[in-house]
């Protein structure tokens, strides 16, 4: 499976944004899809999670209650709504999907498949 992110940019303090992530040669409805970002500097983390199988969830403490990951299936896209930004979220936001069960949602190393990143900036 072939994954295309998109949806960052530049946006203030408390703004929104969406991010995209379209899969092609595969049905994202049988692969657990993970949203990761990495700052500079920084090694990369996990910030949200779906499990295809029971459809369970992860969110990181910092994506909780800001961030939410969503599944279209009709487009074989999985989004990231990611609403009241903070400067500490600025990061390259890269998507994956793996072939796991839900039960391997927070393995990174589960995760074989890469999209290219796109990039968040939130100003102060």
């Known amino acids: 499976v072939q994954l295309q992110a998109c949806g960052g940019g530049l946006v203030q303090s408390g703004g929104s944004l969406r991010l995209a992530c379209a899969a092609s040669?595969?049905?994202?409805?049988?692969?657990?899809v993970g949203w990761f970002r990495q700052a500079p500097g920084k090694e990369r983390e996990l910030v949200t999670a779906?499990?295809?199988?029971?459809?369970?969830?992860y969110y990181s403490d910092s994506a909780k209650d800001r961030f939410t990951i969503s599944r279209d299936h009709a487009k074989n896209t999985v989004y990231l709504q990611m609403n009241n930004l903070k400067p500490e979220d600025s990061a390259v936001y890269y998507c994956?999907?793996?072939?796991?069960?839900?039960?391997?949602?927070?393995?990174?190393?589960?995760?074989?498949?890469w999209g290219q990143g796109t990039e968040v900036t939130v100003s102060s």
């Open positions: 779906s499990g295809y199988r029971s459809g369970r969830t």
């Open positions: 040669g595969g049905n994202l409805r049988i692969y657990t």
């Open positions: 994956a999907a793996s072939g796991y069960t839900d039960a391997y949602l927070r393995e990174s190393i589960k995760y074989a498949y």
